[in-house]
């Protein structure tokens, strides 16, 4: 059975073990930033479907010793690439590289691509043809010290790619992550939820999909679906039964209510929610957190306020940003827990509260801590 790689945000790695034995792989083990299970291509299939934490998965196609050019253009032809592609098709290579023959990416990558595409022109002399945008074949190898290995990557897009986010925030939230954290809560998927600086909302979204049980996958395309083994008809059922599910729980959404200062993010908020759609089903305002009387007291409050990292540089008006929010809290959010993503840790003083469960978890570049805060009922 084929060994598969699926990559998540750093401190995420439980969560998406969790969500991996949930769609029933029963061999997972827990690498940095990633899960390795092992089963049959359908569940490759549903992992790309469901999986909410998932960056992206990947299946191993070939694994050795490689010391040299000679050895990796070897260890390349060791892999039927017809199975995937045929030369019609595209395909794209990335490389990783570390303490290996190569200094860089460029050569050995160069190298898998020549061994590839001769192994295709010894049948008829034609080849595929490399493609940056949309290959139908992506492909990563991987060169650790002496040992590379080859992968092919089932998702294409990666998989917080979910689509309904066509203009980016400014800072925003990995769709991926914005899943895995919330699953990180102990959320019962009912209760009010609320992110009083939402931003774009991914937070907000997510938590609809999540509650309405919507798999993240629906309704965008996968590279899998293009390669020749592909199990089509598997994949229907997978898919059909995901669709079925959605229709199901469409009518599950419990009270979801956002708000931010800037009118530029309600806009994409807005755009995203309809995209994702979930038109009419997350009440957003714009305002200060300071001033924010949401619709309904939240049991939930989920945040990624500003740290400094892209928004904003000034250390009074961040302190400012945290002392509002800690207002809010205090003052909308009794008995609520709160979960607020902080990546600079002497920023949190300003709210006013002890966390009581603090998360290590990576955000883009930074290291960050996922804080939970129970907010005393009055
Ligand atoms: C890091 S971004 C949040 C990104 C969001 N999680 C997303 O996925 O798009 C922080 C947001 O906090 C908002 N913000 C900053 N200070 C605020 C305040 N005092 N009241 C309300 N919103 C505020 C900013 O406008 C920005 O959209």
Redesign the pocket.
Known sequence: MPHYYVACTLGLEEVLATELRGIGAGNVTVRRGACAFVGEPALAYKACLWLRSAIRVQEELARGRVRDRDELYALTGTVDWSRSITHLQTLAIDGSVKDSFANDTRYPVLVVKDAICDQFRTVDDKRPDVARERPDLPIKLVLQGDEAILYRELGGEPLHKRGYREVQ?????NEAT?AGLLLLTDWDRRSPVC?????????LIEAAWLATDRAPGLGRSFAFEHWRDVDLAAWRTIYDEAEARAAAGAGACPPLCG????PG?IA??QKAIAAAGLGGRIQLTH????D?APPFPPQLVV?????G????ADPASLQ??WR??GQFLHERCPGASAYV?CGAPALTRHLGLRASQKFPVRNGPLDCRWLRYEIEAR
């Not at 925030?169 to 939230?173: M, N």
């Not at 992110?195 to 937070?203: E, H, K, L, V």
């Not at 990292?309 to 904003?312: A, G, I, M």
């Open positions: 925030h400014k800072s925003p939230l914005a992110d009083p600086m939402c931003g774009s909302a991914t937070f708000n931010d200062r800037h993010a994409l908020a305002g200060d957190a300071r924010y945040t990624n306020p500003p740290y990292e892209r928004l904003q400012d940003t509002a929010l993503l």
